[in-house]
């Protein structure tokens, strides 16, 4: 059998359909991003466990690697909280924490870990990273979830009701800021770069 990438493609897709906001800390500096990749990994009720994989190009893989720490956020769909998850959605992935805070625009509290919850988001876990997988160009992290907690009513908002309300322009933009992220996915993995 053959690769065939509009198979996998089809496989995959609405398997992620909720975008993850992540956020950390480490040391004080706090970061945050956009992910599709947050989910529960453990079946056990009363000890929920959690993941998420983060490209080693994105600086807050970087703080959750040193620091051990992260939370996932849903955001929300409802016509009162659309607007605020937009917001989140297009800061978080609007740009890189390497070029200056990404959380001081949002409105956040501390959480247990130390990790900052962006409090206009539906519902978040906080985790305790009890193991990571080097994927080459992504490190998949599972911990334990040690706090958790619903800020606002109604239902998550899944990427295509998301991306059919961002701005074209911020779309073009991010698509554009996207390319080199996926050129160093490639090369960690001795593919070839597209992009550059």
Request: glycine letters at 12%.
């Amino acid at each position: 059998m053959s690769l065939d990438l509009k198979a996998a493609d089809f496989f995959f897709m609405g398997l992620r359909p909720i975008p993850s906001a992540v956020t950390t800390i480490c040391e004080g500096r706090t970061n945050g991003l956009m992910a599709l990749s947050g989910n529960s990994v453990g079946i056990i009720p009363e000890a929920p466990r959690a993941s998420v994989g983060i490209t080693k190009y994105n600086f807050t893989h970087d703080l959750i690697l040193n620091s051990g720490v992260f939370v996932l956020h849903v955001l929300g769909a409802s016509e009162e909280l659309l607007p605020t998850s937009l917001e989140i959605l297009m800061t978080l992935g609007g740009s890189s924490g390497r070029d200056g805070d990404k959380l001081d625009t949002l409105a956040t509290t501390t959480g247990v870990t130390g990790a900052p919850i962006l409090t206009g988001a539906l519902a978040y876990v906080e985790v305790e990273v009890t193991g990571s997988l080097d994927n080459d160009e992504n490190t998949i992290f599972a911990g334990d979830v040690v706090g958790a907690g619903r800020n606002h009513p109604g239902t998550k908002l899944d990427i295509g009701t998301a991306w059919g309300n961002l701005p074209t322009e911020w779309i073009e933009d991010y698509e554009e800021r996207h390319h080199p992220q996926e050129d160093h996915c490639r090369i960690m993995r001795g593919l070839a770069p597209r992009w550059s």
